[in-house]
Every structure is written in C-alpha cells, then in structure tokens.
T-cell receptor, first 114, second 116 residues
Framework: GAGVSQSPRYKVAKRGQDVALRCDPI?????LFWYQQALGQGPEFLTY????????KSGLPSDRFFAERPEGSVSTLKIQRTQQEDSAVYLC????????????FGSGTRLTVV | AQSVTQLGSHVSVSEGALVLLRCNYS??????LFWYVQYPNQGLQLLLK??????LVKGINGFEAEFKKSETSFHLTKPSAHMSDAAEYFC??????????????FGRGTQLTVWP
C-alpha cells in the first residue's frame, strides 16, 4: 500500500483482556518497528523485525507483550491480560532497509484499558 | 547510548513569528538526527533529517534545522509561523550500530501553539 496501515485505530479493553494490534507496512519494506507512546511522552521502542525475524525485542515491557511477523509483511502486536499501564498509542513504522533514513509511521492504535 | 532532550514541553508563538524548538542529543557515534511532527490523532511525519554532509538541512513546510556538533544540538526553526504549524514536534536520534541498530530514540516532544 501507499502507507503504513494500522488497525484498529482505537481499542478499549477491559483490564485482563487480551488484545491484538495489526500493522500492515509498506509493500517491500524489510524493516518493521513497534513503538509505544504514552500520554505526553515520546515514542519508545518495543521491538524490531527484519523480514520475519524478530531481531530485537528488548523494549517489550513484560512477557505479556508478544509480536510476530510470520510472513515478513503484516505484523501483530499482542498484549495479554492488559493492565491500565498498557494504555498508550502503539505506533508501527517500516523502512526499506534497516537504517534507511526516516521510517514511515502509521497513524497508530490508541489502546485504552479500563 | 543515545538520548535526546527537548527543552520546553510547550512553545507558543504568534502567527508570523519565528519558531525555535530546541533539541540536544547524546550519542557515542556520529549521529543521524531527525525531526518529526505529529498532528492530533495521527502518526509521525518526517520533517527533516541530518545524516552527513551539510549541517543546515531544509525540510518540508519551511522548516530547517542546523546540526552543531560542538553544542550537540539540532534545533528546529521556521522564520514565520503559520496556524497550520500547531502540532507536537519530536526530535530523534537514530542508532547506527551495535545491538540496537536502527532504533530511534525520541525526545519527549514539544507542543507548538500558534496564536492568531
């Protein structure tokens, strides 16, 4: 597609519920990143894929967070047993290759845990 | 390790006035630096970037930034603010080596308000 597409745009989850956030990167983009942006903060790195390989997941805040990109294109970020502190905007970004300057970001998914 | 400090979480200017948003970085290697803009309920849009070469870089919407190595700064400027510039602005540094290759480190953002 022309840009990075994320769905849903908004998600309200009850505490303890599992959620899945989808990212559809630009076609052909090798690198894919997930970032978490808490209210009033800058985005913070969660995880990074190169094709289907998850090369860095050091930013995932707990083992409740899981990400996958099984065919090297669409990626899903899953959060199990959501907590209130998980409320944030989750941004996905892709680039042609790692280090290609200026990743293209999606519009994000705003997750609210109540 | 890389880090970014944006001085001033809120900046207000009158329409037509100079915009100056400050960014200082810390990097153990020559930095690649970026400014992004975020409008409400939207993702991040790249304004401009510095990689190598000319230290004064021009971006979209009339913005420019100057890389000053001696001051570890990458301040964003625009000579004349427009109402449509009201948004949140993020400075970021890209890690180009090691185990965190390709990771962007963002500042906390500066909210720009433009008064008519």
């Amino acid at each position: 597609g022309a840009g990075v597409s994320q769905s849903p745009r908004y998600k309200v989850a009850k505490r303890g519920q599992d959620v899945a956030l989808r990212c559809d990167p630009i076609s052909g983009h090798v690198s894919l990143f997930w970032y978490q942006q808490a209210l009033g903060q800058g985005p913070e790195f969660l995880t990074y894929f190169q094709n289907e390989a998850q090369l860095d997941k050091s930013g995932l805040p707990s083992d409740r967070f899981f990400a996958e990109r099984p065919e090297g294109s669409v990626s899903t970020l899953k959060i199990q047993r959501t907590q209130q502190e998980d409320s944030a905007v989750y941004l996905c970004a892709s680039s042609l290759t790692t280090g290609t300057y200026g990743y293209t970001f999606g519009s994000g998914t705003r997750l609210t845990v109540v | 390790a890389q880090s970014v400090t944006q001085l001033g979480s809120h900046v207000s200017v009158s329409e037509g006035a100079l915009v100056l948003l400050r960014c200082n970085y810390s990097s153990s290697v020559p930095p690649y630096l970026f400014w992004y803009v975020q409008y409400p309920n939207q993702g991040l849009q790249l304004l401009l970037k510095y990689t190598t070469g000319a230290t004064l870089v021009k971006g979209i919407n009339g913005f420019e930034a100057e890389f000053k190595k001696s001051e570890t700064s990458f301040h964003l400027t625009k000579p004349s603010a427009h109402m449509s510039d009201a948004a949140e602005y993020f400075c970021a540094v890209l890690n180009m080596g090691g185990s965190t290759l390709g990771r962007l480190y963002f500042g906390r953002g500066t909210q720009l308000t433009v008064w008519p």
